[in-house]
């Protein structure tokens, strides 16, 4: 079949989509609205109603102190054990607790504290903004002489391996990125930036945030030493669920939390006054977890277990990729540009499309057309695809309704001011 631009042709995509049943796991109460900001928040799978209805009826409600007993106490390695076999890791890698924010801390406090002699952490200007934010934080705090090493794209898509053999060198304790930027979504080439990275005899720590459910990741095969990510994007967790983190196996005896608390401790409930980490992962527990919202991630991460990670990249390559051709023929003539990826192999599961008046053609999407992108400054309407549950007549309509948008200046009536959450 050659690409066409009529829905029709959407629609035998659909027809031929053979995850298209999974669109049914989901709450879609509203099928006019066309959703398209999974790459920020996932929809909401509906087992999780179920979830939450015996969560808070049958175990809080009637069970109460007992269930930490029954199946709350192990239910961060629980779930983290699953999202191991999204990742390529092995099920006592992976445990999930806080944000991944927080977990970028831990992480990155323990990896300076093993590299003592080392004074460069290295990222990229298209990691996330908050991930820097942490980097330069606990370069200040571990010991003042350290820096942060930035490569900077030259594109502002893509950051090719050349730039990285510059900058990662023996000065290096740890090199820290995002596999899928979140603005472009591009991907990094995990194997080879870590098989780089180790070959200077620095860590490796990769946010997953942006591939996590939807981008292959195999931690296990590259050889990565560290990771974090979110589970409310691709993996469907819900708003503000806690996040993982992800530490080699052979690593784990030699780093340490720096955020120390009673769920970290060998011997929990000794109360004893001196701290003495547990084994494994648990040590980087601190707090208790937030029960409620930790246990609503796992029909989602089910959901992406049982598709199976080949062929969700399979579809998602396909929807970006179609996308793409809808851009060039309807878009492209109407100013936007295409601020992802030309390549599908280096591109995430989000499109991102910039235009000079990308914020006021966000609202308009929004408010007009029934239609939810987000809006990334300076100029990024970012697509995301979601292929668990989103079509191609979705995709189909989003370009025409960004044509619409446009062709007839609807945006225009739309403020330049910017609101709180885009
Ligand atoms: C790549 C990436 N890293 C980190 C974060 C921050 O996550 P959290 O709010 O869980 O700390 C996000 C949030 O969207 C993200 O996209």
């Known amino acids: 079949m050659t690409f066409r631009t009529d829905l029709g042709y959407a629609r035998d995509l659909d027809a031929a989509d053979e995850l298209r049943e999974f669109r049914r796991r989901f709450v879609i109460d509203d099928p006019q609205l066309i959703y398209v900001d999974g790459n920020s928040l996932g929809r909401l799978p509906r087992a999780s109603l179920d979830r939450s209805r015996n969560l808070l009826e049958r175990q809080w409600g009637s069970r109460l102190i007992r269930a930490w007993n029954d199946s709350w106490f192990h239910l961060a390695e629980k779930i983290g054990s699953k999202i191991a076999r999204i990742i390529g890791a092995d099920p006592d890698e ?76 023996a000065q290096t304790a740890l090199v820290a990125l995002s596999h899928t930027a979140f603005k472009s979504g591009f991907v990094h080439d995990m194997a080879a930036v870590t098989a780089l990275t180790h070959d200077r005899g620095a860590l490796m720590l990769w946010d997953l945030s942006h591939s996590v459910g939807a981008v292959p990741v195999d931690l296990g095969k590259s050889g990565v ?134 914020w006021r053609i966000d609202r308009a999407l929004i408010d007009r057309m029934a239609v939810i992108p987000d809006f990334r400054r300076p100029d990024n309407i970012r697509i995301g695809v979601s292929p668990l549950y989103t079509t191609f007549e979705e995709l189909h309509a989003t370009a025409t309704a960004m044509h619409r948008v446009v062709d007839d200046r609807l945006y225009e009536d739309y403020p330049i001011e910017q609101l709180g959450v885009t």
């Open 94 to 169: 992976v445990i999930v607790a806080d944000s991944t924010s927080i977990n970028l801390f831990k992480l990155v406090m323990a990896a300076l504290e093993v590299r003592p002699d080392r004074v460069k952490l290295v990222t990229d200007d298209l990691n996330f903004p908050s991930d820097i934010y942490v980097f330069q934080y606990t370069l200040n705090l571990a010991r003042p002489n350290r820096r942060l090493a930035m490569a900077r794209s030259p594109d502002g898509i893509t950051v090719p391996i050349p730039l990285l053999e510059e900058i990662i060198d």
């Open 225 to 358: 030493d560290l990771a974090v990510g979110c589970t409310y994007k691709y993996l469907n967790g819900g708003p503000g669920s806690p996040a993982f983190l992800y530490i080699r196996q052979d690593l784990m005896d030699h780093l340490s939390n720096a955020i120390a608390g009673w769920f970290g401790q060998e011997n929990q409930f000794g109360f004893d006054l001196d701290y003495r980490p547990a084994a494994g992962l648990r040590k980087f527990l601190t707090g208790t977890p937030p029960i409620a919202s930790l246990a609503l991630i796992e029909p989602g991460v089910d959901l992406v277990l049982e598709a199976g990670l080949d062929r969700i990249r399979k579809k998602s390559i396909a929807q970006t990729e179609y996308l793409i051709e809808l851009w060039e023929t309807i878009l492209a003539p109407l100013g936007f540009t295409l601020n992802s990826p030309r390549e599908a192999r280096l591109r995430g599961s989000h499109v991102s499309f910039g235009h000079p008046e990308g």
